[in-house]
């Protein structure tokens, strides 16, 4: 799987016995967005669908939503001694009428465990969203919603070497798999899925259902809306915070989706009983 995994000589220890082994690791690197060459953000992913993490970035900031906003996308050359590119440096080149936000004005770090550091205050990350997702009248079954773990379950190729990724799938309001993505950071799973929607001009996405592996954030509910998504479903718990913005946003949000058990916190309306 190339620079998606890597091996590492690992000593197993089972109770009383003790071997030696190969093990398959996720691989995490750096990946640095810069946006007309200046530097914006570095975060710590797991390579693959770059154009789309930056793009799908840029989207749950508020920055661009429409296709024609973004008209280059390269990697850069890395800094290396050799001068080999490294795959790490991504420049978006911006059409000239799209203004950075004054929040983004300034360089900050993400890590893979947390997408709004550097963030100065909650009301800096409440984004307005160009789609209005309360207004997105559909409905779907709970025996929709309890096939969904297993479905992306089922796409996580890399977790089945590793057991070490994050996962988030975009599916149809039938439950249909649309595409799906993992990271060692939950937020850039859902980043490469939102801008895989971005660069194939399927933004807003209306009567859609995200489904993420772990715990539903705050900043994973702002992603949803910031992409006009009007679902967010996760195999484990939301925090406080990000119940109160999908109250706020008209987002229904689903958490502890496990087998047919799960919990609907907001937006009880557009889940049925009915198959």
């Known amino acids: 799987?190339?620079?998606?995994?890597?091996?590492?000589?690992?000593?197993?220890?089972?109770?009383?016995?003790?071997?030696?082994?190969?093990?398959?690791?996720?691989?995490?690197?750096p990946m640095e967005i810069r946006v007309n060459g200046a530097p914006l953000t570095v975060t710590m992913r797991t390579p693959g669908d770059d154009f789309d993490l930056a793009v799908g970035f840029l989207v749950g900031e508020g920055v661009v939503h429409k296709p024609d906003q973004v008209?280059?996308?390269?990697?850069?050359?890395?800094?290396?001694?050799?001068?080999?590119?490294?795959?790490?440096v991504v420049d978006l080149a911006l059409d000239h009428d799209v203004d950075?936000?004054?929040t983004l004005e300034r360089n900050f770090y993400t890590t893979s465990s947390c997408g709004v550091c550097g963030k100065a205050s909650l009301e800096a990350?409440?984004?307005q969203s160009f789609w209005d997702v309360a207004g997105d009248a559909f409905t779907v079954s709970t025996d929709m919603l309890a096939t969904l773990p297993d479905k992306l379950r089922d796409a996580q190729r890399v977790f089945d070497s590793t057991g070490g990724l994050h996962a988030a799938g975009l599916f149809t309001s039938v439950g249909e798999l649309v595409v799906a993505r993992e990271d060692v950071g939950r937020h850039n799973a859902?980043?490469?899925?939102?801008?895989?929607?971005?660069?194939?001009?399927?933004?807003?996405?209306r009567r859609s259902v995200l489904m993420v592996s772990g715990r539903a954030s705050f900043e994973l509910v702002q992603?949803?809306?910031?992409?006009?998504?009007?679902?967010?479903a996760?195999?484990?718990?939301?925090?406080?915070?990000?119940?109160?913005?999908a109250e706020d946003a008209g987002l229904t949000l689903v958490g502890f989706l496990r087998g047919d058990s799960m919990n609907v916190y907001t937006g009880q309306h557009r889940v049925s009983r009915r198959c």
Do not use: F, H, Q, W
Request: glycine share 8%; proline share 4%.
């Open 1 to 29: 799987m190339g620079r998606v995994t890597a091996r590492r000589r690992v000593l197993r220890v089972r109770g009383a016995a003790t071997s030696e082994r190969v093990d398959t690791l996720a691989a995490e690197e």
């Open 71 to 88: 008209r280059e996308i390269r990697y850069c050359a890395g800094a290396t001694d050799e001068g080999i590119n490294t795959y790490n």
């Open 100 to 102: 950075l936000p004054a």
């Open 125 to 127: 990350v409440r984004t």
């Open 190 to 205: 859902v980043d490469k899925v939102i801008g895989d929607a971005y660069r194939n001009g399927r933004l807003p996405l």
């Open 223 to 232: 992603k949803a809306v910031m992409a006009g998504i009007p679902m967010l």
């Open 234 to 245: 996760a195999v484990s718990a939301p925090s406080s915070l990000a119940v109160e913005l």
